[in-house]
């Protein structure tokens, strides 16, 4: 049974560029979360994608924008890239249809630094 | 609005002692969910518990223990017999049902020493 993946493992990128993350979710997820945790800090919650369309936010700037396609992976795009940015970048997935529908199952992340 | 407390930062144990990890959660739902993730240096989130808020009953899963307590708003983690392996960082996480998905708040994490 495939867990939830995500790729790139790591990324650099400098100031003002964009990036774009991706998530598989785990075989019969629907739903895909994505934090943000920084350094020696606890996941912070970014958004929430089911059904193709983003259903809970964060306290995030829409400099960091989503997408969840057909076959339930996602996206994560953040632009103008600031040093703050630098973090590691958790995906988790869950299954709506589920009795436990909000027990999330994560990624290893991806390390994100911005020079 | 949600809050999960974790007060305690680090906490450093030798091997087979017993170590409690706190949590203190606000919410002002009367339906909500509780978890525990650990997180090894490998940095995956590995889900360890899920509580929703109208079962109380304490939890044993060999050597993991928890204690739901809705009166102080806590739910504690205890380790038994603590192993190196156990080392790791433990998270505290509130789950709040919203239109069209749930919020998940996970509090600052406690780091957890456990040497041989």
């Known amino acids: 049974d495939a867990g939830v993946t995500q790729s790139p493992t790591h990324l650099i990128k400098t100031r003002g560029q964009q990036v774009t993350l991706r998530c598989s979710p785990k075989?019969?997820?629907?739903?895909v979360s994505w934090y943000q945790q920084a350094l020696g800090q606890g996941p912070q919650f970014i958004f929430q994608?089911?059904?193709?369309?983003?259903?809970q936010r964060g306290n995030f700037p829409d400099r960091f924008s989503g997408h969840q396609f057909p076959n339930y992976s996602s996206e994560l795009n953040v632009n103008a890239l600031l040093l703050g940015d630098s973090a590691l970048y958790l995906c988790?997935?869950?299954?709506?249809?589920?009795?436990?529908?909000?027990?999330?199952?994560f990624g290893p992340g991806t390390r994100l630094t911005v020079l | 609005a949600q809050k999960v407390t974790q007060a305690q930062t680090e906490i450093s144990v030798v091997e087979k002692e017993d170590v409690t990890l706190d949590c203190v959660y606000e919410?002002?739902?009367?339906?909500?969910?509780l978890f525990w993730y650990k997180q090894p240096p490998s940095g995956e989130l590995v889900f360890l518990i899920r509580?929703?808020?109208?079962?109380?009953q304490n939890e044993i899963s060999g050597r993991y223990s928890w204690n739901f307590q809705k009166s102080t708003s806590s739910f504690n983690f205890t380790i038994t017999a603590s192993q190196v392996v156990d080392s790791a960082v433990y998270f505290c996480?509130?789950?709040?049902?919203?239109?069209?998905?749930?919020?998940?708040?996970f509090g600052a994490g406690t780091r957890l020493f456990v040497k041989a």
């Open positions: 988790a997935s869950s299954s709506r249809q589920s009795l436990a529908g909000d027990t999330q199952y």
């Open positions: 075989s019969g997820h629907d739903t």
């Open positions: 994608y089911y059904e193709e369309e983003e259903r």
């Open positions: 919410t002002r739902d009367t339906t909500y969910y």
């Open positions: 509580r929703n808020s109208f079962d109380e």
């Open positions: 996480a509130l789950s709040e049902a919203r239109t069209g998905g749930f919020k998940t708040i």
